[in-house]
T-cell receptor, first 118, second 113 residues
Framework: GAVVSQHPSRVICKSGTSVKIECRSL??????MFWYRQFPKQSLMLMAT?????????EQGVEKDKFLINHASLTLSTLTVTSAHPEDSSFYIC??????????????FGPGTRLTVL | AQSVTQLDSQVPVFEEAPVELRCNYS??????LFWYVQYPNQGLQLLLK??????LVKGINGFEAEFNKSQTSFHLRKPSVHISDTAEYFC???????????FGKGTRLSVIA
């Protein structure tokens, strides 16, 4: 099946610093990538949708200047949490939906990145 | 707007017993339906999906789900669970096309030895 990787898997940073999370589709081309946030024992909340080569579409309540998303190629999307604060601590998960070869109707999820802001 | 309801937040079940995790959805259009499993500190793994065709869908790890349009349900079942099935299970829906998934709140399945 289609494989999506995320890096890093875990990151601890100081308040005020920026953190970049990478999401890669390893064996298919992802025309659309999604970024989700998951708080402990809760469901996934969609943050933004990004299409390769276009600006990301953010969900209501998500600050686009704080959560910078770049989808520069068909296999890579990045999420940068700028000036992170403790309330940004969460589990961030990306998913990718591919071209016909990878399946246009199914999202494949990365393993997630645990962000802890001290 | 679409929504997904997973009525049971937690389901404890003894090993080798059958289990059903309930999922109901609301949508004004045709939908695609999915079940994902999440093990602790991991991402989501696709269990099965319904796009069209047969309403009974078989997935990995012995799970299956049945799409019932009249009841707007997509319940997940397994005839005999194992300890390793202990995890969080999410039902999700999306419209046909390039729309994002809408997730239910999840059901925590705990298999007891």
């Amino acid at each position: 099946g289609a494989v999506v990787s995320q890096h890093p898997s875990r990151v601890i940073c100081k308040s005020g610093t920026s953190v970049k999370i990478e999401c890669r589709s390893l064996d298919f081309q992802a025309t659309t990538m999604f970024w989700y946030r998951q708080f402990p024992k809760q469901s996934l909340m969609l943050m933004a949708t990004s299409n390769e080569g276009s600006k990301a579409t953010y969900e209501q309540g998500v600050e686009k200047d704080k959560f910078l998303i770049n989808h520069a190629s068909l296999t890579l999307s990045t999420l940068t949490v700028t000036s992170a604060h403790p309330e940004d601590s969460s589990f961030y998960i990306c998913s990718a939906r591919g071209t016909s070869g990878g399946g246009t109707d199914t999202q494949y999820f990365g393993p997630g990145t645990r962000l802890t802001v001290l | 707007a679409q929504s997904v309801t997973q009525l049971d937040s937690q389901v404890p079940v003894f090993e080798e017993a059958p289990v059903e995790l309930r999922c109901n959805y609301s949508s004004s259009v045709s939908v695609y339906l999915f079940w994902y499993v999440q093990y602790p500190n991991q991402g989501l793994q696709l269990l099965l999906k319904y796009l069209s065709g047969s309403t009974l869908v078989k997935g990995i790890n012995g799970f299956e789900a049945e799409f019932n349009k009249s009841q707007t349900s997509f319940h997940l079942r397994k005839p005999s669970v194992h300890i390793s099935d202990t995890a969080e299970y999410f039902c999700a829906v999306s419209e046909s096309g390039n729309t994002p998934l809408v997730f239910g709140k999840g059901t925590r399945l705990s298999v007891i030895a």
